[in-house]
């Protein structure tokens, strides 16, 4: 049978508040008229939903590069970028998990986690930095740069290495994990970590590509939020294309649930699926702007705020997409809840003890269901999926320190955080005495 698909899908940008569809964008992303973000739309784009997903599982068995990679494998739904200038390293193609443990304690039939910090550089960033890093490499640019909680900056620095560029990272000093700012360090980043917060570092970001000819890789680059849609449509491949009831994501900067979403309204009006599932965003209380947004005035502004959370990665005040969020939370019925430093601890040791394990801040969307379900919005018999973002690997120290006991030592938190003893499995030194082993092989074979 011929394919009937276009391969070079002719796409537009067009501002998110003023519809304006300017014929490239500057070097800040913006709309020049009002000042907003920019999107990418396909204008008349069709397809035979059939033969497109045949083409997309054919494509699993090639060598080509494009078709190895879980992002470029999907390019049909994205801008066109010729071949020449992809930047690739196999990125998406990350599996989905079953989390029985979790399903239980939540109290839900199916509990999935579609696992995007098995991604090369250990989060879901690599889906949309080898799209838009792509874009840089076309642009002919010799630097790129970002403002980041660490993992953008992680990821950043090695497509930009693999494309033969140079990168410049701006991160908070002292508010990344090390695991992150190692990996800049190790793909020959300059990276500045400047004394201030995220939201302090996008701000001198902005100002730096006004001055100077380097390309944002942040997620205002739309570019970005198109190589991360391809996360929900290998989620809906996966699942045989019959959509979950929930999607569940942490919201940070709140890029990832707008691609996310994005992916899903396109599927749906492409008629690759029958339904929309309900795309939910969970907040850190401590870095909840979103959050309030909607509470508190019905998502009609957003106020930003000084964040503060050890889920460092989603330690952000001002998200930049949050309009982009409100729109594709609103459109497939989605929810916005906030957790915890706590209830994040917990969660992220309970998907630990599901033989998963993932970053803090992944771990919210575990947090957020549990609120999500206790309010009857997610019920028993639906099927959800949780997005874990980054690898448990990225934050050891928070790993370490919450099994050690001692995670919320000095924190308002360390009065309640007695009820996370029964999730803590601390390192138990002993002497090099088989005696010691077996006896202690005994007891916790005895405590259960
Ligand atoms: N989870 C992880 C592990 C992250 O690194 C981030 C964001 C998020 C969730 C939130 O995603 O911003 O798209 O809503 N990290 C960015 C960074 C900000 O610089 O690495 P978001």
Known sequence: MPLTVATEPSSRLRCISCSATPGSAGQDFRCTDCGDLLEFVFPGRTADPQTLKSLWLSRKTSSNKLDQSGVWRFREMLPYIAEEHAITLREGNTPLYGLPGCARTVGVDSLLAKHQGMNPTGSFKDTGMTFAASSAHRGGFRWVACASTGNTSASMAAYAARGG??????????????????????????????????????????????????????????????????????????????????????????????????????????????????????????ANPFYRSIKEFGGAKLEPMTANTQATAIRIGNPASWKKALRVMGETGGEVEQVSELEIAEAKAEIGADGIGCEPASAVSLAGLKKLRSRGFVKLGEAVVLVLTGHLLKDPDFTIKFHRGDLFDGTPYEKDAARTHRLQRAPIVLDADLDRVIATLDAAEKAG
């Open 165 to 286: 560029m140079r990168s410049l990272v701006l991160i908070p000093e002292g508010k990344i994990s090390w695991g992150k700012l190692s990996q800049s360090l190790d793909y020959g980043a300059l990276t500045c970590q400047l004394r201030t917060d995220f939201d302090g570092c996008v701000r001198v970001l902005n100002e730096l590509v006004r001055r100077k000819p380097v390309y944002l890789l942040n997620s205002v680059n739309p570019f970005r939020i198109e190589g991360q849609k391809t996360a929900a449509i290998e989620l809906l491949e996966q699942l045989n294309w019959e959509p979950p009831d929930h999607i569940i994501v942490p919201g940070g900067n709140l890029g990832n649930s707008s691609a996310l979403g994005k992916a899903l309204l396109e599927m749906h009006e492409l008629k690759m699926i029958s339904r929309l599932p309900r795309l939910s965003i969970i907040q850190a209380q401590g």
